[in-house]
């Protein structure tokens, strides 16, 4: 049985997109119903077997270190925080958490944006099937639209249906599938050199999805789990 017990919680980001709002709250922490939006992530995590979590932070940092203080789901020295010195894509962030634990970081892992407002299941079934596959990575997928594809990603299958390739904003027409990967992977412990090696793309950003194509490219395909895509917040959740 391949346990998961650790996982990489990417919480760095601006939210530009919901200012004012991330203005002063940073977007892992935006309240739904009075609950901060980690708490999703954290409940689901725990509930897959997770034992250990960093957060990767950056904007408004503190205010995510006093929530992995407070927070009710994992013992205090089990919640690190660990900030990432510019915001230079979930490559960079996740060597920050790496750096930071390394040992934590021997076996499998969950690396995961933190904005999703996941359902309690959520990460349990994407380990379940993780575990009962004899792939070494695993991908949470949701199907897209064609006309969003061109601004997200689409994921390349073999005739066995494991992933063969994360493609990054295909172009229009050009999508292998109408099924987007997810900010979420489960990610072998052999990967880490891969996700060091990654070369910042033409936005100056060094991707997680880089590292995940060229494993899989060296060894074998990954699976991959359709899931309803994550709900993320918006003010009326407030």
Known sequence: MKKVTSAIVLCAGRGKRLRPHTDTTPKPLLPVAGKPTLDFVFESLKHAGVERVVLVTHHLGEQVEQYAKLQRFFPAPNVV??????????????????????????????LTASDYLVPTPFYKALVDVYASSDTQLAVSLKRLPEEELSSRSSVRFDDNGDVLEVVEKP??????????????????????????????????????????????????????????????WQPELM
């Open 81 to 110: 925080c660990v900030q990432q010195s510019q915001l230079a894509g979930t490559a960079d962030a996740a060597i920050a958490a790496l750096d930071a634990k390394p040992e934590w970081f021997t076996t499998p892992f969950i």
């Open 171 to 232: 172009a229009k027409g050009e999508a292998p599938s109408n099924l987007s990967a997810n900010l979420v992977f489960i990610l072998p412990a052999d990967i880490i050199p891969a996700i060091r090696k990654v070369a910042p793309s033409e936005r100056g950003e060094k991707e997680i999805q880089t590292a995940v194509n060229v494993y899989i490219s060296q060894h074998k395909p990954g699976c991959g789990l359709e899931q309803d895509t994550p709900a993320e």
